[in-house]
Nanobody, 123 residues
C-alpha cells in the first residue's frame, strides 16, 4: 500500500485545514487508517483513526470535537478535517495504514506510512 498525504499549510489559530491521504496499490477495505503527528522534539503521537469497513472513528482527547476523520470509498482516500486549530497542533502529520482490526493508537502497530505533510498554526 502506498499512501500520499497532502493538504498541510500555514494557517492562523482558529482556522481550518483538511488533510488528505490517498491510498494506492491495493484495496484498503480491510485496513484501519490512522493519522499521527510529530511536533519538533516530540514523539509521534496518535491523532485519529477510522476503520475502513464500517467507518468507526477514534480520536485523541486533544483533538476530540475539533478534528473529524472520514473516508471516501470511491476515491480510496482518507481525510482529516481540522477545525479550531491551535498553535499546539503544529506538527508534521502522517497518515498510516494498519492491516485489519483492532484499531491501535500505537504507531508501531501500523504497517504503511505516508510521507507527512507539515501543518503550522500561527498565534
Amino acid at each position: 500500500v502506498q499512501l500520499q498525504a497532502s493538504g498541510g499549510g500555514l494557517v492562523q489559530a482558529g482556522g481550518s485545514l483538511r488533510l488528505s491521504c490517498a491510498a494506492s496499490g491495493r484495496t484498503v477495505s480491510s485496513y484501519v487508517m490512522g493519522w499521527f503527528r510529530q511536533a519538533p522534539g516530540k514523539e509521534r503521537e496518535f491523532v485519529a483513526a477510522i476503520k475502513w469497513s464500517g467507518g468507526s472513528t477514534y480520536y485523541a482527547d486533544s483533538v476530540k470535537g475539533r478534528f473529524t476523520i472520514s473516508r471516501d470509498n470511491a476515491a480510496n482516500t482518507v481525510y482529516l478535517q481540522m477545525n479550531s486549530l491551535k498553535p499546539e497542533d503544529t506538527a508534521v502529520y502522517y497518515c498510516a495504514a494498519k492491516y485489519r482490526s483492532p484499531v491501535s493508537f500505537g504507531k508501531d502497530e501500523y504497517d504503511y506510512w505516508g510521507q507527512g505533510t507539515k501543518v503550522t498554526i500561527s498565534s
